[in-house]
């Protein structure tokens, strides 16, 4: 009697591609909400972020 087996895999660039857009995406969003913000204690706390990325804030 002879038993085969097998295993399913999965590419490892297809395991690693849905988290990268994933980390990007929020990344992204982070970074975008952080330069629109107008709130004043929000801005106060995202104030350096804004500078350091290019987002004018006065």
């Known amino acids: 009697m002879t038993t085969h ?3 399913a895999g ?3 660039s297809g395991s690693i591609l849905l988290p990268a857009i ?3 995406a929020i990344g992204f969003g982070l970074i975008f909400m952080t330069g629109l913000v107008q709130a004043d204690t929000l801005h106060d706390a995202a104030h350096d972020v804004r500078h350091a990325t290019g987002f004018p804030c006065h």
């Open 5 to 7: 087996t097998t295993t």
């Open 22 to 24: 994933a980390a990007f």
């Open 10 to 12: 999965r590419t490892a």
